[in-house]
Nanobody, 124 residues
Framework: QVQLVESGGGLVQAGGSLRLSCAAS????????MGWFRQAPGKEREFVAV????????YYVDSVKGRFTISRDNAKNTAYLQMHSLKPEDTAVYYC?????????????????WGQGTQVTVSS
């Protein structure tokens, strides 16, 4: 069992930065790949980024490549999403999720555990 709690969301102007954190409970955090997803009002949940269990492999949706960085600290049971050059279209509720697939996935159905989400709002 893994419980996930996101933090770090907020209101930021376009071009600004935020760092989201995802704190996990349980001693098996390091065996899960960690992903970030987002859901804007009226839209489906969208994959953003994933980091493998070791942190050695990452993958991003094209729209955030070069602007967002996903990472993890297994000693702290925490995953991060550093976001730079934010755009109004990045506005969404951001969720972290844990997948038993070591390398992770861009498909939400392959994630077993989800956080409650944190709101990111980017003003123009």
């Amino acid at each position: 069992q893994v419980q996930l709690v996101e933090s770090g969301g907020g209101l930021v102007q376009a071009g600004g930065s935020l760092r989201l954190s995802c704190a996990a409970s349980g001693r098996t955090f390091s065996s899960y790949a960690m992903g970030w997803f987002r859901q804007a009002p009226g839209k489906e949940r969208e994959f953003v980024a994933v980091v493998s269990w070791s942190g050695g492999t990452t993958y991003y949706v094209d729209s955030v490549k070069g602007r967002f960085t996903i990472s993890r600290d297994n000693a702290k049971n925490t995953a991060y999403l550093q976001m730079h050059s934010l755009k109004p279209e990045d506005t969404a509720v951001y969720y972290c999720a844990a997948s038993p697939s070591g390398l992770g996935s861009r498909f939400a159905r392959q994630y077993d555990y989800w956080g409650q989400g944190t709101q990111v709002t980017v003003s123009s």
